[in-house]
């Protein structure tokens, strides 16, 4: 399965998170790994390169840090730009039919803020639904999205890396 992992990170030479994870992904045969801050400093983006991108792979994973409960603003103009009418969607837009996307997201403190109750109230699940609903639109296949904790030592965010790995190669039960 070829994989594309859009990673979104305004700042990844400050990053702690999702620079190990991109490292764990790397040089591997069927992962493409597809930098949106530093592929566009100007923030324009080529639509038919970013379109060809997505019809040559079949599992996109967007990889991002949680920012105010969403993704960075490149990634937002990213989704704004390319998932055009009659191309991602509309009764002639089928190109995304049938692949699947995973969410990839690190977040500040610990998972258990985020849930009824918590400090944050909501669920990771509830926070992410704008993705899922853009997913559905597509046509695409929503897969239970990959949450990192910021508030890991070393060791874990090893494990973390390990497991985002194993999670971006393995094949859905279909
Ligand atoms: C502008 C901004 C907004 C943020 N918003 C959130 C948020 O809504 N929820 C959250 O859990 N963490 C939030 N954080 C914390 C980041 O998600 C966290 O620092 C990041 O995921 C860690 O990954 P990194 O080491 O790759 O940067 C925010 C950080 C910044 C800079």
């Not at 998170?17 to 069927?30: A, G, M, S, Y």
């Not at 009418?85 to 692949?99: F, H, I, T, V």
């Not at 030592?153 to 194993?166: H, K, P, V």
Request: charge should be positive.
């Amino acid at each position: 399965m070829k994989t594309l992992v859009i990673l979104a990170h305004p700042n990844i030479q400050g990053s702690r998170v999702n620079q190990r994870l991109i490292q764990q992904v790397r040089n591997h045969p069927e992962i493409t790994v597809h930098e949106l801050y530093s592929s566009y400093p100007d923030w324009i983006i080529d639509v038919p390169r970013e379109q060809e991108l997505l019809e040559t792979h079949d599992r996109i994973v967007f990889q991002f840090p949680l920012y105010w409960y969403s993704t960075p603003p490149l990634l937002k103009k990213w989704q704004d730009d390319v998932l055009t009418y009659g191309w991602a969607y509309g009764s002639q837009g089928k190109k995304l039919r049938g692949k699947e996307l995973l969410v990839a997201t690190s977040i500040g403190g610990r998972q258990e803020v985020y849930q009824a109750g918590g400090r944050n109230h909501f669920t990771m699940s509830e926070i992410l639904r704008p993705l899922q609903a853009t997913s559905n639109m597509c046509g695409m296949t929503y897969l239970p999205a990959f949450v990192v904790e910021g508030a890991s030592d070393e060791n874990q965010l090893a494990q973390a890396a390990i497991r985002y790995a194993d999670r971006i190669r393995q094949r859905t039960a279909s």
